[in-house]
Every structure is written in structure tokens, then in C-alpha cells.
T-cell receptor, first 112, second 114 residues
Framework: GDSVTQMEGPVTLSEEAFLTINCTYTATGYPSLFWYVQYPGEGLQLLLK?????DKGSNKGFEATYRKETTSFHLEKGSVQVSDSAVYFC???????????FGTGTLLAVQP | EAGVTQSPTHLIKTRGQQATLRCSPISGHTSVYWYQQALGLGLQFLLWYDEGEERNRGNFPPRFSGRQFPNYSSELNVNALELEDSALYLCASSPQGQSKETQYFGPGTRLLVL
């Protein structure tokens, strides 16, 4: 079945460092891909999405490109802030069942 | 625009009791989804309702059930509570049509079963 694998955390960075969180997927069709962020004690917020190959999603300085050839959707940000500290989830929606399949989440801790 | 709302924010029950969780979708959204986020188990899909009908169900026992009302709000009922039902329950909603795949989440209900 469909699945999402993302890098284990925690990821600890200094403020203004470059961020990459790796995400790869397995899907039988052509899924839509998402990054969600969860701040402590809160629900999930949609960060960005891409619905077809080579699409780039972007929001709040974060970017991710849908790479069909490598089945990847890595999250990047050029300069992280302390306020970016959260858990980041990569997810796919395969369409037929319309359910989101999530990775295990990556905890990002940004130190001043 | 108001987001997805859920109530209550916290719920404490004892084993064997029933819990009812509520969700109101974003205005104009017709689909509601329920997910469970339990420690060590990640985010698991529970249920999808659309236009009042159950469209899909995750790998959970029948004591997890729900419904969607004519105003598109939804309830999740968990009967015969077990300790391992303790989790954050997240509701999400999505619009009709091609954008249905994009789900927007509420803040969740944290259920503790003692």
C-alpha cells in the first residue's frame, strides 16, 4: 500500500541555518503531497502542497518540489527561526480513498 | 474565515465508558475526516464523511463510529473505552470538487482514558 518515509529527528539547528527534512513516498498512482506542521499542544497546520510532478509548493519561506523520478518531496528553508520549532509531517493523498497517509513526523528544534 | 473547530478540548473518561467528540468544518466544506494521533502510533485515519454518508473507514474496531449532520458538522463516538484509546483526536475538513484532497485540521480533542 501507499506509504511515506521521512527522516528521523530530532533535527537541531541554530537560528539562520539551512533546513532540509527528507521525505520519500511509495504510491501506486499519482498522489498529491503535503507538508503539515504541528506546534506544541496544537493541531496540524497545512504548510504547503503539490499536486503533480515538478510542482513546487511554498509558504512562509518553506519550499518542497514534487519529484516523481525520485519519489521525493523534501522540505527546505533557507534560514530557520526559533519560531519554526515544531514537528513537521509529510503526507500523501492517493485520491481513491481520499485519506491522508502520514510519515512519522520530524521534530525540529531551532536554538537562538 | 473561521477554521475547523472541535469540542471539547480535553476529555477524561474511565475504561468502559463512552466518549463523544464534536467537529464543525470550515464554512462551505462538505467533507469531514477523523484521525487519531496516539503516542508511538503516529497519525492514523479513522473515518471520512461526505454529504452525510460514511465514505471510507480506517482499520479501527466498530466501537469507533460517527455521523455527519445536515449542517456538515460531525460527531465521533467511541464506545467501551480502552486505555489505549487515549490520544489526540483530530478532525479535518475539505471542500467539494478537485480540492477535496486538501484537508484542513482543527486543534483536536485530547482524550484520556483512566
Amino acid at each position: 500500500g501507499d506509504s511515506v518515509t521521512q527522516m528521523e529527528g530530532p533535527v537541531t539547528l541554530s537560528e539562520e541555518a539551512f533546513l532540509t527534512i527528507n521525505c520519500t513516498y511509495t504510491a501506486t498512482g499519482y498522489p498529491s503531497l503535503f507538508w503539515y506542521v504541528q506546534y506544541p499542544g496544537e493541531g496540524l497546520q497545512l504548510l504547503l502542497k503539490a499536486t503533480k510532478a515538478d510542482d513546487k509548493g511554498s509558504n512562509k519561506g518553506f519550499e518542497a518540489t514534487y519529484r516523481k523520478e525520485t519519489t521525493s518531496f523534501h522540505l527546505e528553508k533557507g534560514s530557520v527561526q526559533v519560531s519554526d520549532s515544531a514537528v513537521y509531517f509529510c503526507a500523501l493523498n492517493g485520491g481513491a480513498t481520499n485519506k491522508l497517509i502520514f510519515g512519522t513526523g520530524t521534530l525540529l528544534a531551532v536554538q537562538p | 474565515e473561521a477554521g475547523v473547530t472541535q469540542s471539547p478540548t480535553h476529555l477524561i473518561k474511565t475504561r468502559g465508558q463512552q466518549a463523544t467528540l464534536r467537529c464543525s468544518p470550515i464554512s462551505g466544506h462538505t467533507s469531514v475526516y477523523w484521525y487519531q494521533q496516539a503516542l508511538g502510533l503516529g497519525l492514523q485515519f479513522l473515518l471520512w464523511y461526505d454529504e452525510g454518508e460514511e465514505r471510507n473507514r480506517g482499520n479501527f474496531p466498530p466501537r469507533f463510529s460517527g455521523r455527519q449532520f445536515p449542517n456538515y458538522s460531525s460527531e465521533l463516538n467511541v464506545n467501551a473505552l480502552e486505555l489505549e484509546d487515549s490520544a489526540l483526536y483530530l478532525c479535518a475538513s475539505s471542500p467539494q470538487g478537485q480540492s477535496k484532497e486538501t484537508q484542513y485540521f482543527g486543534p483536536g480533542t485530547r482524550l484520556l482514558v483512566l
